[in-house]
């Protein structure tokens, strides 16, 4: 059974779209069904490495995690953004993330996110005229 229905991805992918329209910052969203090992967030690190998020111009790139299965999820931000924002940035994207989640809505939480994140982004990385999208903005399924 597949994580994410193709509607489902779809409706992410057009969300990524929509945020990164006022923003120059870049948004990833990676899905599978377990951590394994690792914690939410060494295993959202690991990927934001592997999907070379770390080489945007701005440096200015987010990556939400979710483990369906583990029900884990974690949101990482690039030094661009870390070096601008407040310690607890991303708390209230999360908080309203998790509503979604605990109801068993995964899509709904990741679009809400994603919206949240791109406003969020959108005020301290505005969309500039020359802006391009630097990563492509499909959901990445992890290998469990």
Known sequence: M?????????????????AENRTSGEIRVVVENVVGKLSAM?????????????KTVLRNGVLIYLAVAD?????????GINKRVEADFWECTKEKM???????DYTKGLVE???QAGERLHTYFPKQDDD?????NEVHFGTN
């Open 113 to 115: 996110g994603i919206h």
């Open 71 to 79: 029900h884990q999820f974690a949101i990482i931000g690039d030094l």
């Open 42 to 54: 060494e295993k959202a690190a690991k990927y934001f490495e592997e999907l070379d998020m770390h």
């Open 98 to 104: 998790v509503a979604y989640f605990r109801n068993g």
């Open 2 to 18: 597949a994580i994410l229905s193709s509607e489902e991805q779809d409706r992410i992918t057009h969300a990524v779209s929509v």
């Open 132 to 136: 391009i999208n630097e990563l492509p």
